[in-house]
């Protein structure tokens, strides 16, 4: 083979002109097609390995992008579970340490001291640091890729698929807030959210807390111990028979009436709970959300804080009877920090119940608002360890790619609220179950909407 034909392979090394043109094409090929440098210039085997690999690596990618396009739901299901997320870490890590091999390769067949001294230098630098953008990106969603798989076996359930009921999804969203001055945790913040299994349209049931008489379906635990309603006819086993009650009492005095809730991810309160929420709205509960409002501090700042607007100021307390005023949080857009959040969610002095609500929904859709993909990706590290001390659920982990698609959906969508408030024609301490039931089918299944098959 002449020098003409092959320069790349057998260039005139007396000539410094010719070997620093060819520098800069063997780095520019193996950034482009990673291999190609060396079938085209030394080790033709490593060459063809690194060209596999290569085509591999585009081919995948290009099935992604289509399945992207075509069935996202597919995608978010292959990326949302562990062994998946631990495949795609060692799969990285092997193309992170070829592309290593095939950069010091090709700064070997460079031959720096062939190439005119002025160049030397620069063709050196570019090639590490590609090596190291390229490489060091891999290795960094290697990282990412096990710290994702950890979080989700953390926090999600093993678990098969469920399919919806009447054609919705029904999830209790517990705010949990275990203070100093009370007996275990008990949820502050009760929320249903349904949504539709085909639209993502979300119709969120705000429970005031205070709610009483609260009534259990028959196939409860509870609904023999109070047959006419939580504490109804003589009393509970706590000091106040109210709806966020129901969690203490079953948690800490009678855990024995959910047996298997701990087997099954769950925990006898939360159990307890569900079937409350399933006895005030009429809704059957598939899953639930517990979210620590302690620990959801650390999730806003690990999020970078969060925007809201403000309508009043709101009272920060100095202690934990919420009596005395530390300082306010004014009225207006405020960014808030997770301390400034958390008290914005929960704080009480001259206010009602059910201004908390208001402002614990608005807390809630203004995170989810700021959930984007690249708020998540660059503070991944931060929200997967805040987020497995923050949340607790049973969904399974086999849903989650489902779920990412359809709250993609729901995000496009106006959220319909069902605030059971005396705004609304239901007082919480003298509550008319019947009414509370219509109110929320009417808003989950609108007259001229039937309710789908299962």
């Known amino acids: 083979m002449s020098l003409a034909a092959s320069p790349i392979r057998f260039p005139d090394v007396a000539s410094r002109t010719v070997m620093t043109r060819r520098a800069w094409w063997l780095i520019v090929l193996n950034v482009l097609i990673p291999g190609s440098a060396q079938v085209l210039a030394g080790d033709r085997k490593l060459g063809r390995f690194g060209l596999g690999a290569t085509l591999t690596l585009w081919l995948l990618a290009v099935a992604a992008l289509v399945v992207w396009f075509l069935w996202p739901t597919v995608l978010y299901t292959v990326f949302s579970t562990s062994i998946t997320l631990w495949v795609v870490a060692a799969l990285l890590v092997f193309y992170a340490v070829l592309w290593v091999i095939l950069t ?169 709970m569900r079937d409350a929420a399933e006895g005030i709205t009429g809704l059957p509960i598939q899953y639930y959300v517990l979210i620590d409002m302690a620990g959801f501090q650390q999730l806003i700042d690990a999020l970078g804080g969060v925007t809201i607007n403000v309508p009043e100021d709101v009272p920060i307390h100095a202690d934990e009877t919420f009596t005395t005023v530390a300082e306010w949080i004014p009225a207006g857009e405020q960014h808030l920090d997770g301390y400034h959040a958390l008290w914005y969610a929960r704080s009480r002095h001259g206010t009602s ?53 359809l709250a993609s959906k729901t995000k496009e969508l106006p959220v319909i609220d069902v605030p059971l408030v005396p705004d609304n024609g239901v007082d919480p301490e003298d509550p008319d179950y019947e009414y509370i039931r219509q109110l929320v089918q009417q808003a989950v299944f609108p007259p001229t909407q039937e309710p789908a098959e299962g």
Request: glycine share 8%; proline share 6%; aromatic share 8%.
């Open 104 to 272: 010091l390769d090709t700064l070997r067949l460079v031959r720096l001291v062939k190439t005119a001294p002025s160049a030397r230098a620069w063709v050196a630098a570019l090639s590490v640091a590609l090596m190291v953008a390229v490489s060091g990106t891999a290795a960094y969603g290697a990282y990412l890729a096990t710290t994702a798989s950890g979080f989700l076996s953390s926090v999600f359930v093993a678990g098969p698929s469920e399919p919806p009921i009447d054609g919705r999804y029904n999830v209790l969203l517990l705010g949990g807030d275990a203070g100093p001055d009370r007996d275990g945790l008990r949820p502050d913040s009760i929320r249903v959210v349904s949504i539709d299994a085909e639209t993502g349209q979300a119709v969120t049931i705000g429970l005031p807390r205070n709610m009483v008489d609260v009534p259990f379906n028959d196939d409860s635990p509870l609904s023999s111990l109070y047959p006419e309603g939580y504490g109804a006819i003589d009393g509970c086993e706590v000091d106040v028979c109210m709806l966020n009650s129901i969690y203490t009492e079953v948690e800490l005095k009678s855990p024995d009436m959910y047996p298997d809730a701990v087997s099954q991810g769950s925990e006898p309160g939360i159990e307890a």
């Open 353 to 405: 119940d059910y201004d908390r609500m208001a402002r614990q929904l608005q807390l809630q859709e203004a995170v989810l608002a700021q959930f984007n993909a690249a708020n998540v990706l660059s503070k991944f590290q931060e929200i997967a360890a805040a987020g497995s001390q923050v949340v607790k659920t049973d969904v399974p982990q086999g849903m989650l790619g489902y779920f990412v698609n």
